[in-house]
Every structure is written in structure tokens, then in C-alpha cells.
């Protein structure tokens, strides 16, 4: 699809839903929500007098190359949890729509691939916490789809981004961007690479906890951020998981870790300002209390253990990956100012420091859940 502008032509969407059982007449399509992967519409039709909306994206297939594959991983996931629904309700997970014929996508004479999913009416998402309740409830739902998937059966899915958190693997491409220097920026960081690299110890610890089999690896959603949950309108519950194409093999660890790094900041990601960053234990307490809720029966004692580690491991993954990327010239992560890419790195290794002090408080606050849980 050549045009990228924020409203597609209409004639090219017009032949992207004809390709899927959409039924009435199309009234208006509009770029929806925040996501900066996928291109999103929603498209409102009328169907008899009613209006129906729609989820229409074209997928990013520079970013994720097999989408075949992934859309297999998503029709598994989403009808397994279908099919576990409180009370049947259908606004629990995404519901794809297949195009004529079955197959979850459509693949259109310029390449591009694109899939309809239908709209969750009566909720909305959020960008940025507003307070702790969104933090419990979010942790909630990442829980419960957890918990849903943990007895899927068939096949292994796909990874859909291969060894996306293998930490190993980022701090050795850390190194190699130190080494290869592409833009003359090494000398700025070398208090923030030695920082890293004598973290380095660490860095495996999860992964060496499944190869000795006392951690499993489970259906995990991988990019656990604030706003890839649907909240009810309302009342206030976290009711669905969505952006699901990193659905993939992983650790209910890296899960919650990623969710603690992403809400638990007492700053914005990218601010430059350290007396602002910090972990706030209150926002922590409600994940926690929220994700071991749905999630908590069916962790082992090793994934109990480090719940808290987990929030500064992938807090230490972000930190390296913004950091690579700066020192390979802003190739990858979008940048909005000169240094952008840099601010964020130094703000998510800081937010390890401030985590590494506030360790003990952390583990004494899921010790005291994982006891009331035995209980």
C-alpha cells in the first residue's frame, strides 16, 4: 500500500474490508490509538440503522517477518481464551474476524498484510498511570492471561521475535556497538557501559533458572506496557490484552518485570531529570498484588522468588537496548530530539540503581503476598 498519510484512500480500504464478512455499508475510517508498529484504523459501518466498529491494521511485516506465524500464534491464543470467558463474555480478549475463506488475514497485491479484529465498545486504553488501581488492574488482566494460556495444547507457538528477551544476547550487542563506535559516541557513555557491563553476572540468572528447569517457559505476552490493556468504561476493570503479535514462548517473569519498569517509575521514561526517577513501592505493591491474583497459583516457588528481580532485570534490558541504539546512531527506537535516545537509557539504568537500593523492600512485599497466598 503506497500511501501512508493518516487517512488511507478510501478505494484501497474499501478493498482491504471486502476481503473480510464486514456487513452493512462502510460510513467512515479513521488512524486510531498510540501504537507506532502497525497501522491502525477503525472503520464504522451501518448496519441497519445500528453503528458497528471495526479494528482494521495493516501489519508491520518489516518488523515482524513470518506474519503468517503470527497470526496463527494469535488465532490459538485468542479462541483458547475465548473459550475460558467469565460468563461467556466476549469482550475478554480480542475477537479476529476471518476473512472469506478462514484464514485470520489478507495478503493484498502490494505486499502489505491486514487483519480485522472487533471493537471493544464501552472501554478505553491509557497511556501513562493515573494511579494505582490502573496499575492492580493491568497486572490483573497480564495475570489472567497467563493463567488462561498456561494449558494451551498443540504445538509450541512461534517466536515472533526470536530471543527478544535473552539479556546475554542485548548486553553482547551492547558491546559490539561500543567496540564498532559507528557514530563517534562511545566516549559520552562509558560511565553508563561500565555500569552495564558489571551487571553482566546478572543478566542470565532467569535464563540459567530454565535450563535448570526451575522456571518453565510459559505463553507470555512481552510487551507489557500500560496502554496494551482495555479498561471498562465503567467500572475501572482491566477486561482485555491486546497488541498480541509478541504473543510468543517467554517468562511470567519477563511479563511482570516489564510491567513493574513501564508504571512503577516515578518519572516519564525519557526524563532527563534523576531526582524525579525513582520506584514507587506503592504502584509496586499494586502489581503485584494484582498479576499473583490471577497468576499466582500457577507460579513455581523459583518464579516467586524473583518477581522482584524480574522488574530490575527488564528495567536493565530497556536501559542497554535504548543505550545500543544510541550508540548505533538512533537506527532503531524513534527519536524525538537530539540525545533522546541517550536521556532514555540513562533514565531506565538509574531506575535499576534506585531499585537495586529498594530490593529488600521489594522482596518483603511479595514474601508477604506469596505467604497470605498459602493461607
Known amino acids: 500500500m503506497a500511501d501512508r498519510s493518516l487517512t488511507p484512500p478510501r478505494d484501497i480500504l474499501r478493498e482491504v474490508v471486502s476481503q473480510f464478512p464486514l456487513h452493512g455499508s462502510l460510513c467512515d475510517a479513521e488512524r486510531y490509538g498510540s501504537g507506532h508498529i502497525n497501522d491502525t484504523f477503525v472503520a464504522t459501518y451501518d448496519q441497519a440503522g445500528a453503528r458497528v466498529r471495526y479494528i482494521v491494521q495493516r501489519i508491520n511485516h518489516k518488523i515482524f517477518k513470518n506474519v503468517p506465524a503470527l497470526m496463527e500464534n494469535i488465532s490459538r491464543v485468542t479462541s483458547h481464551v475465548a473459550a475460558?470467558?467469565?460468563?461467556?463474555?466476549?469482550?475478554?480478549?480480542?475477537?479476529?474476524?476471518?476473512?472469506?475463506?478462514?484464514?485470520?488475514?489478507?495478503?493484498?497485491?502490494?505486499?502489505?498484510?491486514?487483519?480485522?479484529?472487533?471493537?471493544?465498545?464501552?472501554?478505553?486504553?491509557?497511556?501513562?498511570?493515573?494511579?494505582?488501581?490502573?496499575?492492580?488492574?493491568?497486572?490483573?488482566?497480564?495475570?489472567?492471561?497467563?493463567?488462561?494460556?498456561?494449558?494451551?495444547?498443540?504445538?509450541?507457538?512461534?517466536?515472533?521475535?526470536?530471543?527478544?528477551?535473552?539479556?546475554?544476547?542485548?548486553?553482547?550487542?551492547?558491546?559490539?556497538?561500543?567496540?564498532?563506535?559507528?557514530?563517534?559516541?562511545?566516549?559520552?557513555?562509558?560511565?553508563?557501559?561500565?555500569?552495564?557491563?558489571?551487571?553482566?553476572?546478572?543478566?542470565?540468572?532467569?535464563?540459567?533458572?530454565?535450563?535448570?528447569?526451575?522456571?518453565?517457559?510459559?505463553?507470555?505476552?512481552?510487551?507489557?506496557?500500560?496502554?496494551?490493556?482495555?479498561?471498562?468504561?465503567?467500572?475501572?476493570?482491566?477486561?482485555?490484552?491486546?497488541?498480541?503479535?509478541?504473543?510468543?514462548?517467554?517468562?511470567?517473569?519477563?511479563?511482570?518485570?516489564?510491567?513493574?519498569?513501564?508504571?512503577?517509575?516515578?518519572?516519564?521514561?525519557?526524563?532527563?531529570?534523576?531526582?524525579?526517577?525513582?520506584?514507587?513501592l506503592t504502584v509496586f505493591e499494586s502489581i503485584a498484588k494484582g498479576y499473583v491474583s490471577t497468576a499466582g497459583d500457577i507460579l513455581t516457588a523459583a518464579e516467586w522468588d524473583n518477581l522482584a528481580f524480574a522488574a530490575r532485570l527488564m528495567t536493565f534490558e530497556v536501559g542497554i537496548r535504548f543505550l545500543t541504539d544510541y550508540l548505533q546512531g538512533d537506527i532503531y527506537f524513534k527519536t524525538k530530539r537530539v540525545g533522546h535516545n541517550l536521556d532514555r537509557a540513562r533514565n531506565q539504568l538509574y531506575l535499576v540503581e534506585r531499585m537495586e537500593v529498594a530490593k529488600d523492600m521489594m522482596s518483603t512485599i511479595v514474601r508477604k503476598l506469596h505467604d497470605e497466598s498459602a493461607h
Open 84 to 280: 475460558k470467558a467469565v460468563g461467556g463474555d466476549s469482550r475478554q480478549t480480542l475477537t479476529l474476524v476471518p476473512r472469506h475463506g478462514g484464514t485470520p488475514f489478507y495478503e493484498s497485491p502490494e505486499g502489505d498484510f491486514w487483519r480485522v479484529y472487533l471493537f471493544v465498545e464501552n472501554s478505553r486504553t491509557f497511556d501513562a498511570l493515573e494511579n494505582s488501581s490502573q496499575a492492580f488492574e493491568a497486572a490483573r488482566a497480564f495475570g489472567r492471561f497467563q493463567q488462561s494460556l498456561a494449558d494451551l495444547s498443540g504445538s509450541r507457538l512461534h517466536e515472533t521475535i526470536p530471543h527478544f528477551h535473552d539479556t546475554p544476547r542485548r548486553l553482547d550487542a551492547l558491546r559490539m556497538a561500543a567496540q564498532e563506535d559507528a557514530v563517534g559516541r562511545r566516549k559520552e557513555v562509558l560511565a553508563e557501559l561500565d555500569f552495564a557491563f558489571r551487571r553482566e553476572k546478572e543478566a542470565g540468572r532467569l535464563l540459567e533458572l530454565v535450563h535448570s528447569g526451575d522456571i518453565p517457559e510459559r505463553v507470555t505476552h512481552n510487551d507489557t506496557k500500560l496502554n496494551n490493556v482495555i479498561f471498562d468504561n465503567a467500572t475501572g476493570e482491566g477486561i482485555c490484552v491486546i497488541d498480541l503479535d509478541t504473543v510468543m514462548p517467554g517468562l511470567s517473569l519477563y511479563d511482570f518485570g516489564d510491567l513493574v519498569r513501564f508504571a512503577a517509575n516515578t518519572a516519564a521514561e525519557d526524563e532527563p531529570d534523576r531526582s524525579k526517577i525513582d520506584v514507587s
